[in-house]
T-cell receptor, first 114, second 110 residues
Framework: NAGVMQNPRHLVRRRGQEARLRCSPM?????VYWYRQLPEEGLKFMVY????????ESGMPKERFSAEFPKEGPSILRIQQVVRGDSAAYFC????????????FGPGTRLTVL | QQQVKQSPQSLIVQKGGISIINCAYE??????FPWYQQFPGKGPALLIA?????SEKKEGRFTISFNKSAKQFSLHIMDSQPGDSATYFC?????????FGAGTTVTVRA
């Protein structure tokens, strides 16, 4: 049973470009969470999605960031017009149920903005 | 604001020694307290977790102590091994949202 998959593992973008991060949850999991980790800091919640629904995006910056989890395919975190401050590791987690207690994390995507 | 405060930031322990990491929280709505282990370049992996109706939970060399009245919990790593060298994060769950501590980098010297 494969774990949470994320790609790409590393992504380099120039300021102003778009970054697209993908997350495939564990088999049987229909709840996806995105977290951001800045250097030397803990993970910060960004958004919680179920299939075709955004449940809570309270941790997402209001501009340039969006997320989706379509009926088919992976969840996508999209960052438009990236800035240097977006450089971070972005982790996706998934869970089976609605309580969200056992969240399994993927290996992360490390975004570097030049 | 940091909802979960974690200390120390780093610690060094000799092989066979005990590593102790402490966390404190304010939000009494938290109802699940996991610890995650993270190696460089990897995602956090769930290590052990506890619910607030239990004061202690032990799994192998890892023990969580939980003090509900003080709103504090801690991770003890017994008989520390070089392979335990990693960053450890405490976390607290409210509904589906995990709040993480800032992390403790543990180095186990052989």
């Amino acid at each position: 049973n494969a774990g949470v998959m994320q790609n790409p593992r590393h992504l380099v973008r120039r300021r102003g470009q778009e970054a697209r991060l993908r997350c495939s949850p564990m088999k049987g999991h229909s709840h996806v969470y995105w977290y951001r980790q800045l250097p030397e800091e803990g993970l910060k919640f960004m958004v919680y999605l179920q299939k075709e629904n955004i449940i809570d995006e309270s941790g997402m910056p209001k501009e340039r960031f969006s997320a989706e989890f379509p009926k088919e395919g992976p969840s996508i975190l999209r960052i438009q017009q990236v800035v240097r401050g977006d450089s971070a590791a972005y982790f996706c987690a998934s869970s089976v149920g609605t309580s969200g207690d056992t969240q399994y994390f993927g290996p992360g995507t490390r975004l570097t903005v030049l | 604001q940091q909802q979960v405060k974690q200390s120390p930031q780093s610690l060094i322990v000799q092989k066979g020694g005990i590593s102790i990491i402490n966390c404190a929280y304010e939000n009494t709505a938290f109802d699940y307290f996991p610890w995650y282990q993270q190696f460089p370049g990897k995602g956090p992996a769930l290590l052990i977790a506890i619910r607030p109706d239990v004061s202690e939970k032990k799994e192998g060399r890892f023990t969580i102590s939980f003090n509900k009245s003080a709103k504090q919990f801690s991770l003890h790593i017994m008989d520390s091994q070089p392979g335990d060298s990693a960053t450890y994060f405490c976390a607290a769950l409210n509904d589906y949202k995990l709040s993480f501590g800032a992390g403790t980098t543990v180095t186990v010297r052989a």
